[in-house]
């Protein structure tokens, strides 16, 4: 039996931004929401089956059952990235990376 597929949205308490996260296993999942708390972020849990395009548009997705995701994946370059992101840099209302 395929366990159900949960996902973390993270959100950036400054402006918003969130990413949502899908973990290996809910011991990973476990260690980067403490970091989250410690760091200041706001997360929520959800089923893959709650996920609404219309809601998390502009949102990264990452998956971090992908071994090089995995090692390349940090909470705090995120928000480090963010901290020195400036606002006119942003594509749309939806907060969507330039390329």
């Known amino acids: 039996m395929e366990s159900k ?4 949205v993270f959100k950036e308490p400054d402006d918003g931004t969130k990413i949502i996260v899908e ?3 809910e011991e990973q999942s476990k260690k980067y929401r403490k ?5 200041g972020i706001g997360w929520t849990e959800i089923g ?4 609404d395009r219309a809601t998390y548009m502009g949102s990264r ?31 749309n209302e939806y907060g969507d990376y330039h390329i």
């Open 5 to 8: 597929r949960r996902l973390t």
């Open 23 to 25: 973990f290996q296993n």
């Open 35 to 39: 970091e989250a708390e410690e760091l």
């Open 48 to 51: 893959i089956e709650q996920y």
């Open 61 to 91: 997705y990452f998956d971090l059952r992908n071994s090089q995701t995995r090692k390349n994946f940090s909470l705090q370059d995120w928000t480090h990235f963010l901290k020195h992101w400036n606002e006119n840099e942003r594509d």
